[in-house]
């Protein structure tokens, strides 16, 4: 059976958002598919060519990074002259504190600036220059980031309009408003307040007609006052069990398949996915991860072409000799060298060269440039993550991997969450029942699962450093060095089995090719009551290679040129650990966990 998309041509209810005034406000709501984002941006490109607005009198707040940067990738598509998209400001949440005022930035958290900022609002010189404000996933601001946004609305100009998108239904958010008595939603503020509501009805996501049927049918559901929590939950799971019932009648892309790398494989907590990363890896099937606590993903051409550079500048005919050396070829070579160039150039430029070390600053930090970036950890095979992570995404195939027990929360959550992952999918959806993991949590936030045998959480930001992949008392010198780095350069993007020794050394047939963090063993340290003998050894799996960057002159004991260049490559550790203690007694029973 043949699926036809539709073409993705604007109806009458984007077109009416598309084209309204400069100066009118108001809350755009759309189920999942309806075109929001394309809809938001369209409205950038109309109000910049058909109604000269400045660009840089445009401001866009999105939920996500990857958001942002896929805003601006389609703002440019849509503008007749794309450089203006570089002057629009397109900025996550968590960053417009920082575009309004850099003084906030200045403050210890993100709260803490947003506290200091409120009330200084009126007073903001950003404020005033701007025409249009559009805010994208508004359902999920919540707490003083919706305080913030609020208020930002109540001092802009007169003349300045907004355009708000929005989903009830998708508001899966509300455990971040820590607030004792949590305030509604911030659209059903600015509607209280007066902002108009418009409404996008047409689904383009899917043109399957179980996918259809579900998408049209649920949401309803979901915003239903009549019903109870637990009603909702049940009515859509048997919603959901009838499309995926359908559906999996159709060709299906099956889980074992690592080319399909349009597969999103959605699990509703953050365990979950680290068992199935686990097992996906036992068997050998390449896949990448998305959820929180993850590391960036820095890509791992960029260590190998900065990785033996000396110096605090890098000319263009150097880097493509670098390029040639080490990248050209390789499955590493994930963009060409010429646009390699572009982004690093773009992220430090100093007089047609790259300035090295303003390079590792922005690399270092916690968010680093989105285009320097890989969207998930790893880079061949279907997405597994979270649903919460997968926020805004959509696949031409989802397997949705739901608890046998759900219980709704009081406040519908549950249901909401559900609905999120069953309308990801553009072509075909499976639901899988399981059972939650059960699992424990060191301080660190690492997981770990007791039992036969013994389960820990690797690849944590800091579980790999540089003084586990470029020194003592990993390696001695500077071939042993070369050796592993060149070992990781090899390395394909599939997943790949290491064992660990008593001293977290990684070893890959008989060779050390790094060390694991000490943090592992401070964690293991506090399990109380200490229920585990002395670690012996393990097995951890891996899913390719990423660049890691830090400050050459915090590490003084690493091995040159790795330590000068501030440049590495390391491995990204995917899933749980295996882990054998020796044998210890847990009441009258012992205790040993074998490697699988």
């Known amino acids: 059976m043949r699926l036809w998309r539709r073409k993705p041509t604007k109806n009458d209810g984007q077109r009416d958002v598309i084209d309204a005034p400069v100066s009118r406000r108001m809350v755009v709501e759309g189920g999942p598919g309806t075109g929001k984002t394309a809809t938001a941006c369209a409205r950038v490109a109309r109000l910049i060519d058909s109604q000269s607005v400045d660009p840089s009198a445009i401001l866009v707040v999105s939920f996500t990074r990857i958001a942002v940067r896929e805003i601006g990738e389609r703002v440019a598509l849509a503008l007749k002259d794309r450089a203006a998209a570089q002057a629009v400001a397109i900025v996550t949440l968590d960053s417009l504190a920082a575009f309004l005022s850099p003084e906030a930035e200045e403050s210890e958290s993100h709260d803490d600036s947003i506290r ?37 609305f109540r001092v802009l ?25 949590p305030k509604p939603s911030l659209p059903a503020r600015l509607v209280e307040a007066g902002m108009p509501v418009a409404t996008l009805s047409v689904l383009y996501r899917t043109a399957n007609p179980a996918l259809t049927d579900l998408f049209e049918q649920s949401r309803p559901v979901v915003l239903s006052e009549r019903l109870s929590p637990a009603g909702k939950l049940k009515k859509l799971s048997r919603m959901l069990e009838k499309a995926a019932a359908e559906i999996d009648a159709l060709p299906f892309a099956e889980l074992a398949d690592s080319d399909n790398d349009d597969t999103l494989i959605l699990f509703r907590y953050r365990a979950d996915v680290l068992t199935a990363s686990t097992k996906l890896a036992e068997r050998g099937i390449g896949h990448r991860l998305r959820m929180s606590g993850l590391p960036s993903a820095l890509p791992a051409w960029i260590g190998l072409t900065l990785a033996r550079q000396d110096g605090a500048s890098l000319g263009r005919s ?19 060298a010429d646009e390699a160039w572009a982004r690093l150039y773009l992220a430090a430029p100093s007089g047609g060269e790259i300035c090295l070390p303003s390079l590792r600053r922005k690399l270092m930090q916690a968010s680093p440039p989105l285009d320097l970036c890989l969207p998930q950890l790893g880079t061949a095979g279907p997405v597994v993550g979270t649903i919460h992570a997968s926020k805004g995404r959509e696949a031409e195939h989802v397997i949705l991997a739901v608890p046998n027990a759900l219980h709704p929360a009081a406040d519908g959550q549950e249901c909401r969450v559900l609905f ?6 553009k072509q075909g959806m499976r639901r899988l029942r399981h059972d ?23 690849g944590m930001a800091e579980d790999i450093a540089a003084s586990g992949l470029l020194g003592p008392p990993a390696f001695a010198n500077a071939q042993q060095v070369e050796a592993a780095q060149d070992f990781w350069a090899g390395l394909p993007p599939r997943p790949t089995s290491f064992l660990i020794d008593e001293k977290l050394n990684m070893i890959f047939e008989n060779h050390i090719v790094a060390r694991l963090s000490s943090s592992i063993d401070h964690d293991l340290a506090t399990l109380n009551p200490p229920r585990l003998g002395p670690f012996r050894s393990g097995r951890i799996w891996t899913l390719g290679v990423r660049t890691i960057v830090f400050a050459p002159d915090e590490h003084p004991a690493l091995i040159a040129p790795w330590r000068d260049s501030g440049f590495a490559l390391a491995p990204i550790v995917a899933g749980y650990g295996i882990l054998r203690f020796e044998e210890t007694t847990r009441g009258s029973s012992k205790f040993l966990a074998p490697l699988v």
């Open 157 to 181: 100009p007169d003349a300045c309009g907004a355009t708000v998108f929005a989903d009830s239904a998708q508001s899966i958010y509300d455990f971040a408003d820590r607030s004792r008595r």
């Open 436 to 458: 939650p993991e059960k699992t424990g949590a060191f301080p660190s936030g690492r997981l770990w699962r007791d039992g036969d045998p013994f389960m820990l959480e690797l």
């Open 116 to 152: 200091f900022l409120i009330p200084q609002l009126p007073l903001c010189p950003a404020l005033r220059g701007l025409r249009h404000v559009i805010v994208d996933e508004a359902h999920d601001v919540v707490g003083l980031r919706a305080d913030l946004v609020e208020a930002m």
């Open 318 to 336: 150097r880097f493509i000799a670098a390029w040639d050396r080490y990248v050209a070829g390789t499955d590493h070579a994930i963009v060409n």
């Open 420 to 425: 999120v992952g069953a309308t990801r999918a």
